[in-house]
């Protein structure tokens, strides 16, 4: 049996914020590359090691490494969750997608962990949109 599934009005909203990460991701690559030139770091390497930049170097590689560890999470999550609630969705979506922003943007560690928290708030809350939907589902027979 086809599982009929309807996209609901509003669908849109959450679809943009998937473009919009997009962009902030290639943003995030193109700040990754240019402290690659200022802190000398050269490819295949990581990280920067015994140097007098280290610190700053990596914190970029983090800030990058980390939003790529949570992009699948949060792309199923958001997609799925949608789906029964669009705009609260979308809206912890773009939450997310700012404090991701600004959790690449600072440069000083202790900051930065008080920025990620927001993002773990609004993916939390992508989340129990996402396990409402299979509880509906599940109570629906489906």
């Keep these: 049996m086809a599982l ?23 943003w995030m690559e193109i700040q990754l590359g240019k402290a690659r030139r200022k802190y000398n770091v050269p490819y295949p390497n990581l990280y920067a090691v015994e140097s007098e930049n280290q610190e700053p170097f990596n914190w970029v590689v983090r800030g990058h490494q980390n939003s790529i560890e949570l992009m699948p999470i949060f792309f199923v999550m958001l997609l799925v969750g949608g789906l029964k609630h669009p705009l609260i969705s979308a809206g912890l979506g773009a939450l997310y997608i700012i404090s991701r922003f600004f959790y690449f943007k600072v440069d000083s560690t202790d900051n930065r962990l008080g920025l990620m928290g927001y993002s773990f708030l609004a993916l939390m809350g992508i989340i129990i949109c996402t396990a409402s939907l299979g509880i509906n589902l599940c109570s629906s027979g489906m």
């Design 4 to 26: 009929g599934i309807m996209i609901p009005k509003g669908y849109g909203y959450v679809v943009l914020d998937l473009v919009t990460y997009v962009f902030l991701h290639t």
